[in-house]
C-alpha cells in the first residue's frame, strides 16, 4: 500500500515569509499527526486530527501555525510568519486508529529558514 | 504526564558486536512503548513495540526489546551489529486509547568495520 506521502520536501525561505506543507496520509487512516523534528532533538507533536476534528493542538504555536484536515483526508500546515527557530522537519503520520495501532510516518518536509 | 529518557546520545559499536540502546520511560498509566529508527534524510520506521501481553519483543531486521516494569525501561538489543544499522533510534512511549507518542531525544548508532 502507498505511504504516507509529503511535499514540498525541501524549502527554504526567510524569515517572516509563509510556507505550506501539504500531507496526504496512508488511505483509510483517520488519525493524522503533525510532527516537528528540530535538528538532534526527538520529535515533538504539534497537531493531532482524528477525521477533521482536533484532537490535540497544545504544542501547536498558533500565533504563527495552523493546520487544517477539512475533509478529513489530506492535510495542510502553514507557517505565517516564519522565524529562525521554525528550521526543522515536518513529519506528517496517519494511524487506523488508537489503541496502540501503529503510526507510519512519511519522510518529512525539510524546512530551512534564512 | 509521559516521558522517555535516552541514555547515550551516540553509542558506537563495532560491526558483529552486541548492540544495546537504553531507554526508560516514565508514565501515569500503563504505557505503550516503541522504537523507530530514522536513516539519514528519511521519516521514522518503526522497529518494534510493546502494547500488552509478552514482555519481550521481536522486531524487524534482528532487534528485539524487553518491557521491564520493574525498572522502567525498554532497551533495545541486537546481538550482532551490521554496517547497514548505522542511523538514529527513537524510544517513544504513549499511553492505551490514544496516540500521542512522545519521543526521546534519540540515539546515534555508529557501525564500525
Known amino acids: 500500500e502507498a505511504g504516507v506521502a509529503q511535499s514540498p520536501r525541501y524549502k527554504i525561505i526567510e524569515k517572516r515569509q509563509s510556507v505550506a506543507f501539504w500531507c496526504n496520509p496512508i488511505?483509510?487512516?483517520?488519525?493524522l499527526y503533525w510532527y516537528q523534528q528540530i535538528l538532534g532533538q526527538g520529535p515533538k507533536l504539534l497537531i493531532q486530527f482524528q477525521n477533521n476534528g482536533v484532537v490535540d493542538d497544545s504544542q501547536l504555536p498558533k500565533d504563527r501555525f495552523s493546520a487544517e484536515r477539512l475533509k478529513g483526508v489530506d492535510s495542510t500546515l502553514k507557517i505565517q510568519p516564519a522565524k529562525l527557530e521554525d528550521s526543522a522537519v515536518y513529519l506528517c503520520?496517519?494511524?487506523?486508529?488508537?489503541?496502540?495501532?501503529?503510526?507510519?510516518f512519511g519522510e518529512g518536509s525539510w524546512l530551512t529558514v534564512v | 504526564a509521559q516521558s522517555v529518557t535516552q541514555l547515550g546520545s551516540h553509542v558506537s559499536v563495532s560491526e558483529g558486536a552486541l548492540v544495546l540502546l537504553r531507554c526508560n520511560y516514565s508514565s501515569s498509566v500503563p504505557p505503550y512503548l516503541f522504537w523507530y529508527v530514522q536513516y539519514p534524510n528519511q521519516g521514522l520506521q518503526l522497529l518494534l513495540k510493546y502494547t500488552t501481553g509478552a514482555t519481550l519483543v521481536k522486531g524487524i531486521n534482528g532487534f528485539e526489546a524487553e518491557f521491564k516494569k520493574s525498572e522502567t525501561s525498554f532497551h533495545l538489543t541486537k546481538p550482532s551489529a551490521h554496517m547497514s544499522d548505522a542511523a538514529e533510534y527513537f524510544c517513544a512511549v504513549s499511553g492505551a486509547g490514544f496516540q500521542k507518542l512522545v519521543f526521546g531525544t534519540g540515539t546515534r548508532l555508529l557501525v564500525s568495520p
Open positions: 503520520a496517519s494511524s487506523s486508529d488508537g489503541s496502540g495501532n501503529t503510526i507510519y
Open positions: 488511505s483509510g487512516h483517520a488519525t
